[in-house]
T-cell receptor
Framework: AQTVTQSQPEMSVQEAETVTLSCTYD???????LFWYKQPPSRQMILVIR??????QNATENRFSVNFQKAAKSFSLKISDSQLGDAAMYFC???????????FGEGTQLTVNP | ETGVTQSPTHLIKTRGQQVTLRCSSQ?????VSWYQQALGQGPQFIFQ???????GRGNFPPRFSGLQFPNYSSELNVNALELDDSALYLC????????????FGSGTRLTVV
């Protein structure tokens, strides 16, 4: 069974600064996907970024980038130039390559201070 | 293109009762997955339906059951409600049974008293 751990229940950042959210996972699979999802107060899960384990290059989406360390089973999310609209709960998630279910971590509540 | 719609948004039930939650998938999507998110926790996979057949189930008892209709909308039924069933129930649709390309709904908040 796979597990996903987010060790930071809460994080805060000043507007326009950079913050990094941590995630570790455990799996015996060699091919898998990793995701970061954002859940604002509207409750709808929104995909922030996706990483395929077979890709060595770290994924980037505008101000969001990841640091994927496969050997260490670590998958952190960096948010640059933080904006007030980035405030939300962030979840790290895992899926096997052939599977279709997501395994989520416990989440990190991000506060952005003006 | 419409997104995923869940109904109702909130409801309160009494322990022992039965409840049905509904989900309309995004246009063109043929797969629906259901997740339970207890307060302060991450979502947990309940089950998935692909082309009207159950395609995987998480660690939930049989009193959690589901259905997918020919138009790919879906229902989640929970019998004999327990207090611990109080949670946000999220529905996500996708094109084919793959782990990416999910569109999530805004959930149904169920409170069992």
């Amino acid at each position: 069974a796979q597990t996903v751990t987010q060790s930071q229940p809460e994080m805060s950042v000043q507007e326009a600064e950079t913050v990094t959210l941590s995630c570790t996972y455990d799996t015996s699979e060699s091919d898998y996907y990793l995701f970061w999802y954002k859940q604002p107060p509207s409750r709808q899960m929104i995909l922030v970024i996706r990483q395929e384990a077979y890709k060595q290059q770290n994924a980037t989406e505008n101000r969001f980038s990841v640091n994927f360390q496969k050997a260490a089973k670590s998958f952190s999310l960096k948010i640059s130039d933080s904006q007030l609209g980035d405030a939300a709960m962030y979840f790290c998630a895992f899926s096997t390559f052939s599977g279709s279910r997501l395994t989520f971590g416990e989440g990190t509540q991000l506060t952005v201070n003006p | 293109e419409t997104g995923v719609t869940q109904s109702p948004t909130h409801l309160i039930k009494t322990r022992g009762q039965q409840v049905t939650l509904r989900c309309s998938s995004q246009s063109g999507h043929n797969t629906v997955s259901w997740y339970q998110q207890a307060l302060g926790q991450g979502p947990q996979f309940i089950f998935q339906y692909y082309r009207e057949e159950e395609n995987g189930r998480g660690n939930f008892p049989p009193r959690f059951s589901g259905l997918q209709f020919p138009n790919y909308s879906s229902e989640l039924n929970v019998n004999a409600l327990e207090l611990d069933d109080s949670a946000l129930y999220l529905c996500a649709s996708s094109l084919h049974a793959v782990p990416y390309g999910y569109t999530f709904g805004s959930g149904t908040r169920l409170t069992v008293v």
